[in-house]
């Protein structure tokens, strides 16, 4: 069983690029909307919210996990490799290289949380890619208003509208690629960027070298939110169109 987390059903727009290469996997979901946001926890907190959810996954017997948040990624997966030496674990990052292989001249705005923004290691693949016409956004409590359901639209017209003329959108926040079309609306015709095909990709070849077994008859989901929410499930299952 592949377990998959993130603060939230964000994690979601991975999950959906994992089922498109494992349709017939066994996966467990596990949505920490208690926790959300995590973008704006500090790394003790963080590392102790994301070791309970390991825990309990592997006491469910998962093998591998994917970490479907960018922000506890980058905080978490060194400390979680080192510790759990028999889990095998796939991070995400904000796709800023995808820019640099794909459209290096574009003007780019990166919209992510204040974690991620302020990591060093996101902050190394900025300097290593940098085109010089990139735009740092810590979006502060928009994961927390996508996974409540708010008003995306007045919040994104309050702090888009500077950006003009923007070529290229890393959405380095699994929470963000849920709402494309209202930042489309905003910024008009933009090439969007997320990292859950890379880390699709990333999780077959591990599974593949590892020879641990992925396809089933069928597919199984099954979904865990910690805080019992029953609407999360519904919504979690539309997105997933499931
Ligand atoms: N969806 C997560 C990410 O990719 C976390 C957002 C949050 O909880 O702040 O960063």
Redesign the pocket.
Known sequence: MIGIF???I??VTVFKKIIEKIPNGHFVYYSDSI??????KSRDELINIVDNIVNKLINLGVKVIVI??????YVCKDYLRNKYKNTIFIA?EPAYKMVYDNNFNGKTLVM??K??IENEKFLALYHKYDNHKTILLPCISL??LI?QNGNVMDYLNKNLKEYKDIDNVVL?????PLIKNEISKVLGNVEFYDGSDGVSRELVKQLNDNKIKYNYDKLEISFIDSSNNLDKEKRFYEILNK
């Open positions: 993130d603060s939230g964000g994690g926790n959300n946001p995590y973008g704006d479907a948040c960018n922000t506890a990624s995400i992510a949380t974690g991620t994961a927390d996974e380095g926040c699994t929470h963000y």
